[in-house]
């Protein structure tokens, strides 16, 4: 049993929206928060270890609730598939421990090949990691979204990260399907992507997938995009919109009355358009990333005037174009979609957890949740660019080592299951 420890830092920002506090102090007992501010100083018992941060700020650990811990190494999405499974799931356990030094204690996975291996290594301490809550794959129809329509069928079912699932009664078979694979949410598409934004899954289907996962306790989160898909998704009683471009303002008005989350993805679009074609990506897909990044941040505007609670999410897979230190660029593009520093930050913690069911737990600085929280520099409401370097990050009472995750690598020299795959021609990036 660890003895209690006394944070003290400049300002602290608690995750709920609350105005931060100055004279911030958390006190940790444990893996708990056991009070905070001037209760914090208070409670402390005498000859408390204190730690001193001066001129930092504490805030929660931060959350991105929607991205595949996949070990993605290229843009082709021929490679994801053909890669071996092995190599993708330890990198995939790299890129957590790398997100974990950069801040994130929690994610919520959407499909990825070793999603639930990685939750059940990082729950028994046996990797670093963020704390994850996992989809196993998306149920999507066939021939839509995840639906690789290049490759044959069977490849697709045998690789792929998705379910595919055609009518009322298959569908309610693929919910089953993932909760016995281990699912803590089911993730399902109603539509194509950021391109044909077509409508995906009948009425009945989508009911279905939802009175499925409901009646066995299991939250929906839906791919939507285009205002068809997103209405449809809403009107099914889907628990969150996920991407959610292209959304109107009726969808968005029922969002906010019904309690729908819009968990926003932006980074990965404008990562795509800036960094892609350095990277083998072509640049007519690149160009269509950065109209996927317009539509997206007015949807976010559109969603956050109507009051729908929005969640951050970067829809992250281990691309090398987006690092993991730099993730928490996100909020940079939440900002510029209209919310303030304070309702980005609320948005990658409290709004986050609350997506996962998770709020009574972690996502803010509060007496009895989880001691997961992260201290930077300087303020992030002058300067919310510093989130992305924490000075300070724990999870459940435990600091974590700024260098977890990295080790020393050899010279990169090519090899056959490293590269292999990646010499393939670039696979098309959307279908209907
Ligand atoms: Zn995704």
């Not at 996949?70 to 999405?77: A, K, Q, T, Y």
């Not at 994130?104 to 963020?130: H, I, N």
């Not at 010279?411 to 098309?428: D, F, I, N």
Request: glycine share 10%; with cysteine.
């Amino acid at each position: 049993m660890t003895s209690p420890v006394l944070y003290l830092a400049d300002t602290l920002i608690d995750g709920t929206g609350s105005a931060p506090q100055r004279r911030g102090a958390v006190l940790v007992d444990g893996e708990r928060i056991a009070a905070v501010g001037e209760q914090a100083r208070a409670a402390a018992p005498a000859g408390v270890h204190v730690v001193e941060l001066a001129g930092c700020t504490l805030l929660p650990g931060l959350i991105d609730a929607h991205l595949h811990l996949d070990g993605w190494r290229s843009l082709n999405r021929t490679d994801w598939v053909l890669m071996d499974d092995g190599l993708r799931a330890i990198d995939a356990a790299h890129d957590a421990a790398r997100m974990l030094a950069a801040g994130f204690t929690s994610v919520r996975d959407m499909g990825s090949v070793a999603a639930v291996s990685l939750r059940e290594a990082v729950r028994a301490g046996e990797v670093p990691g963020p704390r994850m809550q996992v989809a196993v794959k998306g149920i999507y129809q066939t021939g839509g979204q995840g639906d690789r329509a290049w490759l044959p069928l069977d490849m697709v079912r045998a690789r792929e990260s998705c379910r595919l699932a055609d009518g009322p009664d298959d569908c309610r078979r693929a919910v089953r399907e993932m909760v016995r694979a281990g699912a803590d949410v089911i993730k399902i598409a109603a539509s194509g992507g950021p391109r044909s934004m077509v409508p995906h899954f009948s009425p009945e289907e989508l009911a279905a997938l939802v009175d499925e996962a409901h009646r066995m306790g299991f939250r929906v989160a839906c791919h939507a995009l285009g205002a068809v898909a997103i209405r449809n998704a809403v009107d099914a009683g889907v628990d969150s919109i996920e991407h959610g471009y292209g959304l109107d303002a009726a969808t968005a008005e029922r969002m906010a009355q019904r309690g729908t989350f819009l968990v926003c993805d932006l980074l990965m679009r404008e990562r795509y358009a800036t960094r892609g074609p350095a990277f083998r990506y072509p640049q007519a897909e690149a160009d269509a990333a950065a109209r996927a990044l317009e539509t997206g941040m007015a949807s976010l505007r559109l969603a956050h005037e109507a009051g729908v609670r929005v969640a951050f999410g970067t829809d992250y897979g281990g691309q090398p174009i987006l690092p993991p230190n730099e993730l928490a660029d996100g909020l940079l593009l939440m900002i510029e979609a209209g919310l303030s520093a304070l309702e980005a930050i609320r948005a990658a913690t409290a709004t986050a957890a609350a997506v996962m069911g998770w709020e009574d737990r972690l996502g803010t600085l509060q007496a009895g949740r989880l001691a997961d929280m992260i201290a930077v520099s300087a303020d992030p409401l002058m300067d919310l660019h510093i989130v992305r370097r924490p000075v300070l990050v724990m999870q459940g009472g435990r600091l974590i080592p700024p260098d977890v995750g990295t080790w020393p690598r050899e010279a990169q020299v090519p090899s056959t299951h490293r590269q292999g795959a990646m010499t393939l021609p670039m696979a098309p990036v959307e279908q209907r």
